[in-house]
């Protein structure tokens, strides 16, 4: 067959360039809506090493490093996938922010423009390599009687049929689908000099022959309703159509009855078509039925890429059956999981963008009886393999070479002789987190007790009482407990994250790397025999990465928060999801207050998880004694 070549396909030997195969354990960060029995039932399960029952899944991470990690439990399991990748080299990531009614736009985040230069930074001959890798995954995750459908528009939907038809096989090729996405044209943007564009082209494969179809209906057109003019003794309605084949046995038999008739000037005899004994219209490729989300649209979640519940439902319902399982790794607004879950389908839903993950744990949330699900990520995982790519093998020179450059970004000198400061930047000490561990308040007693015997010791002794702590992770209890620990020791401490970015070579090049110090929580805590009361009482946010327009919108901390969380009994393993309140478009409000009576008296371990209009969270830890 012709094949479709771009820069980058071949390497220097002639072969194909593979997509990334490591295989990463998964870090279930969170697990929403589980009960305490079926998270003690979950908890002796893992501790016998027996198999946990099935928990969706939502995971916020690249899709390089995402899919070749679902590899190793689904290859060959996925019955559906539907995938909605960029398909427009002017798209980015950015998304709207809604304060008392009032819409921002916030731009795309460090990580998220990585993407867009790893799909885009080539033009096309990177996107094609880029959706090239993605679709060989997606084939072996498929299972042999599944089907996936890829949704795209004019810009690059040539190209993507022709590595499809490549991986998956011409003879594979099902359906291309024409979605018109409004019922009017003219509500299309005005173009003068050509034709307005009003549709998406989705393109439809199976992995082989043998695959599941379940033809779907739509509702008669009011012509053709009003063709069942005619109403039975019972009432039902009726026309008459041609009977073109027929025995005459069973012919004398419809007669006989009333359920067919010899018309003189017909060829045919006729027979009684009831409109309650049909399905409808069969859909064809053109669906021109399923329209845009309108501005008040219910479900709107005002997501520059939503598409409506109809579309995801009619390809769910056809390609898949109750309890099959379907995967969407571009899942944006939530739409395939949110449809998923109502179908009663198993699902995994993924996205780079924390804005996205956020967006549809709220929207499953909204689900009456939505099914427990957990949040993961590759976390410290996929920092261990690009710290060993990046520096070698060697544990110590490796640890070394990584602290000088995370330093370097930071724009701090690194310095020697200490084991827990390794920088200085404008007199204060920096220390540099590892990439498999949380900064924890074991560290920052580490760090205060080595900056207290640091202080005019040499050349390298601070010169301004603050230490800057980098971290990739931070323990839950950090803010409240390590603020402590260096207020005691007289210590002006400040807490930032490594973002992700360090990882891409071109961020680097580009200097594109910001720290960001973590927002700061205060809840007060009330207790009256079994029962604790919680109430938030302020929420700081830096100021660095929002945009001044909303900065100036806001008048009041409270305003900052979009959801919160509580895990009412934490045992120091995943954050329990087992209470949220959180604002939507019709609900703007956030309950500021909650309570909770414990059935037994005891020490017990509060976590409190809010997440802000940007889609980051902020965990704190509490300590509450119920008698």
């Known amino acids: 067959m012709t094949e479709l070549i771009w820069e980058g396909k071949y390497d220097k030997d002639g072969k194909k360039t593979a997509p990334l195969r490591v295989a990463l354990p998964f870090q279930t960060v969170e697990t929403v809506n589980e009960s305490a029995q079926d998270r003690q039932k979950s908890l002796e399960l893992f501790r016998t090493g027996r198999t946990s029952e099935w928990r969706n899944r939502l995971i916020w991470g690249d899709k390089k490093y995402v899919l070749p990690s679902l590899l190793p439990e689904f290859a060959g399991r996925v019955n559906l996938i539907y995938i909605d990748p960029p398909f427009d080299t002017g798209a980015d990531f950015s998304f709207q922010v809604e304060i008392d009614g009032e819409n921002f736009t916030k731009e795309p985040s460090i990580i998220e423009m990585k993407a867009y230069r790893d799909t885009w930074g080539r033009g096309l001959d990177s996107y094609l390599q880029w959706f090239y890798e993605t679709v060989v995954l997606l084939r072996e995750l498929l299972h042999e009687t599944g089907s996936i459908y890829v949704h795209l528009d004019w810009h690059v939907g040539h190209y993507a049929k022709a590595i ?60 053709a309703l009003k063709r069942y003019d005619k109403v039975d003794e019972q009432g039902r309605r009726f026309k008459w159509n041609p009977m073109k084949t027929y025995s005459e046995d069973k012919l004398k038999k419809m007669l006989a009855t009333g359920e067919a008739m010899i018309i003189p000037t017909s060829k045919y005899p006729v027979y009684k078509h009831y409109l309650d004994e049909g399905k409808g219209k069969v859909v064809d490729n053109i669906w021109d039925d399923l329209p845009h989300i309108g501005t008040f649209a219910e479900e709107r979640v005002n997501y520059s890429t939503q598409k409506p519940e109809a579309l995801l439902e009619r390809i769910i319902k056809t390609s898949s059956n109750p309890g099959d399982l379907v995967l969407d790794c571009f899942v944006g607004s939530g739409t395939t999981a949110a449809v998923a879950e109502k179908l009663g389908r198993r699902w995994i839903a993924c996205d780079l963008g924390r804005f996205a993950v956020h967006t549809t744990r709220k929207r499953l949330l909204s689900i009456p009886n939505v099914k427990p699900f957990i949040v993961q990520n590759l976390g410290k995982y996929e920092r261990q393999v690009w710290q060993a790519a990046e520096f070698g093998e060697e544990a110590e020179a490796k640890t070394q070479a990584y602290r000088r450059f995370i330093l370097e970004l930071y724009h701090a000198q690194p310095i020697t002789g200490y084991s827990w400061l390794h920088g200085v930047k404008a007199g204060r000490m920096v220390h540099v987190g590892a990439v498999d561990s949380p900064v924890s308040p074991g560290d920052i007693a580490q760090i205060a007790a080595e900056f207290k015997k640091a202080i005019g010791t040499g050349k390298d002794a601070p010169t301004v009482n603050g230490v800057d702590v980098l971290g990739w992770d931070f323990a839950f209890e950090l803010n409240e407990v390590a603020k402590q620990q260096a207020a005691q020791a007289n210590i002006q401490m400040r807490f930032l994250k490594i973002p992700r970015d360090v990882m891409d070579k071109r961020a680097v090049e580009q200097g594109d790397i910001q720290f960001f110090e973590l927002a700061a929580l205060s809840v007060d805590v009330q207790t009256n025999g079994k029962t604790v009361t919680l109430k938030l009482m302020d929420f700081v946010i830096p100021p660095d990465e929002v945009p001044e327009e909303v900065q100036r919108a806001i008048k009041h901390w409270s305003q900052w928060i979009d959801y919160w969380a509580v895990d009412w009994n934490n045992n120091g393993d995943t954050f329990h999801n087992e209470w949220q309140d959180y604002r939507t478009r019709k609900k703007r409000d956030l309950q500021m207050q909650v309570a909770h009576t414990y059935s037994e008296p005891g020490e017990y371990t509060i976590v409190v998880k809010v997440i802000d209009i940007l889609g980051n969270d902020t965990t704190k830890t509490i300590r509450v004694r119920v008698r």
């Open 164 to 223: 499809m038809d490549e991986i998956f096989g011409q003879e594979h090729f099902l359906n291309e689908v024409i979605w018109k996405r409004t019922f009017n044209v003219g509500s299309s943007k005005a173009i003068s000099k050509k034709f307005p564009i009003n549709n998406d082209y989705i393109l439809y494969y199976v992995k082989s022959a043998s695959f599941v179809f379940n033809k779907q209906y739509t509702e008669l057109s009011e012509g």
